[in-house]
């Protein structure tokens, strides 16, 4: 049997806030955490566990106090700020609860935000991204506004955007939160089909078990730790 091959890799991970004052706050306390590539995993915890921090930290948006994170086989701890976040924009793919479309752009223009600003001609952007809302099934939808959407509609644009420049790995914070339970498995089951066709890696914090169970590995902190 193929060994797998780990698309992120963290160990001993730690974050302080407040390092050194009297109220300092261990919010991850030495995590080892790997995901395969292709694999679609969830984390969960209750409120305050952690969770957030942990997805912030193995993606680079926030910064670890110690410890070591590979994703794609570099290392973000080494990385400067402007070099972190070229990479990022490259390699990774983001969903968030809050849908952080731009909403003066249309779907179309939306999407191919990705491609344009790693150096993608304009005209083959708007092909792919063209083709991307295509496979999220809103190439009818190309030219409205997020205002003209529904919340479903939305987030689907928000996946096609993650997705457009064939990312190492998507990030997904609540991805359902702000959804109905209809249009949440919905969302979370075109997610699933594009990690089936593209083995494309998902990595979703949801506090949702319903959803949760639809992934291939569920991780559990509490308190800073995975237990």
């Not at 730690?14 to 679609?40: C, F, R, S, W």
């Not at 995993?41 to 410890?67: H, Q, R, V, W, Y």
Request: glycine letters at 8%; proline letters at 3%.
């Amino acid at each position: 049997m193929s060994k797998k091959e780990k698309i992120v890799d963290a160990k001993n991970l730690k974050k302080i806030y407040n390092q050194g004052h009297p109220n300092e706050v261990q919010a991850l306390k030495g995590i080892d955490l790997t995901v395969d590539k292709g694999e679609t995993m969830t984390i969960m915890g209750p409120s305050g566990s952690g969770k957030t921090t942990l997805l912030n930290c193995i993606s680079g948006i926030d910064e670890a106090t110690s410890g070591e994170i590979f994703v794609a086989g570099k290392d973000l701890q080494k990385m400067k700020d402007g070099e972190k976040t070229r990479y990022r924009a490259k390699n990774m793919g983001f969903i968030f609860q809050t849908f952080n479309l731009i909403p003066v752009l249309t779907a179309v223009e939306n999407v191919e935000m990705p491609l344009l600003v790693t150096g993608v001609k304009a005209k083959e952007a708007r092909e792919r991204s063209l083709e991307m809302l295509k496979i999220v099934g809103l190439e009818d939808r190309a030219e409205h506004k997020p205002s003209e959407l529904s919340g479903g509609q939305v987030q689907r644009v928000t996946i096609a955007r993650s997705l457009v420049h064939r990312p190492a790995i998507v990030w997904a914070d609540e991805p359902t939160g702000n959804l109905d339970s209809k249009t949440a498995h919905s969302v979370f089951d075109l997610m699933l089909e594009l990690n089936d066709k593209y083995n494309e890696t998902f990595v979703v914090v949801t506090h949702d078990e319903e959803i949760a169970k639809k992934t291939q590995r569920i991780v559990n902190i509490d308190s800073g730790k995975l237990v």
